[in-house]
T-cell receptor
Framework: GIQVEQSPPDLILQEGANSTLRCNFS?????LQWFHQNPWGQLINLFY???GTKQNGRLSATTVATERYSLLYISSSQTTDSGVYFC????????????FGKGTHLIIQP | GAVVSQHPSRVICKSGTSVKIECRSL??????MFWYRQFPKQSLMLMAT?????????EQGVEKDKFLINHASLTLSTLTVTSAHPEDSSFYIC???????????FGSGTRLTVV
């Protein structure tokens, strides 16, 4: 099956810093999403981004499908950004489940 | 919109008993739902795909007789953990395909503890 690798596995930053999280995947995909899992376990959908670039406030994401990677940018980090960020990929327009990477555990210190 | 509600959020049961977890799509019809399991400090692993009106498709290594999935309507899928044992303790999360097929939305998860 498809492999998803995320880096870095852990990241500790001071409030106000910027960060870049990376997701590499081993095959072409029809679906790629970035999620933030909060301390209660809820997965919050950040971006649906199988290709191209999107921005939402302080967050933006870019997927280069031909090179099989995606990047999540977080600017001006806040303590509430802490948590685990997952990249997940899938195919077949929603008929298949997602394959998740192992996540990046982000800690933003005040 | 496109909210998935999952209940219960937390359950503790005795070893050998069965537990049912419900996943409902509140404002859309979900012909396909998915069940994932997440062990502490690990990633989510797909357990099974649930299609309305048909049998679920289980991932390799998932015991279909232990994890019974029913998707009897377009808004409800249930996961029953039968004869639960402590090793079944985990965080179970359901998901549904968003209308239009553009991504997935997730329930809030169920933390199962078997004692």
């Amino acid at each position: 099956g498809i492999q998803v690798e995320q880096s870095p596995p852990d990241l500790i930053l001071q409030e106000g810093a910027n960060s870049t999280l990376r997701c590499n995947f081993s095959d072409s995909v029809n679906n790629l999403q970035w999620f933030h899992q909060n301390p209660w376990g809820q997965l919050i959908n950040l971006f649906y981004i199988p290709s191209g670039t999107k921005q939402n406030g302080r967050l933006s994401a870019t997927t280069v499908a031909t090179e099989r990677y995606s990047l999540l940018y977080i600017s001006s980090s806040q303590t509430t950004d802490s948590g685990v960020y997952f990249c997940a990929v899938g195919g077949r327009g929603g008929a298949d489940g997602l394959t998740f990477g192992k996540g990046t555990h982000l800690i933003i210190q005040p | 919109g496109a909210v998935v509600s999952q209940h219960p959020s937390r359950v503790i049961c005795k070893s050998g008993t069965s537990v049912k977890i419900e996943c409902r799509s509140l404002d859309f019809q979900a012909t396909t739902m998915f069940w994932y399991r997440q062990f502490p400090k690990q990633s989510l692993m797909l357990m099974a795909t649930s299609n309305e009106g048909s049998k679920a498709t289980y991932e390799q290594g998932v015991e279909k007789d232990k994890f019974l999935i029913n998707h009897a309507s377009l808004t409800l899928s249930t996961l029953t953990v039968t004869s639960a044992h402590p090793e079944d303790s985990s965080f179970y999360i359901c998901s549904a395909t968003l209308p239009g097929g553009y991504g997935y939305t997730f329930g809030s998860g169920t933390r199962l503890t078997v004692v």
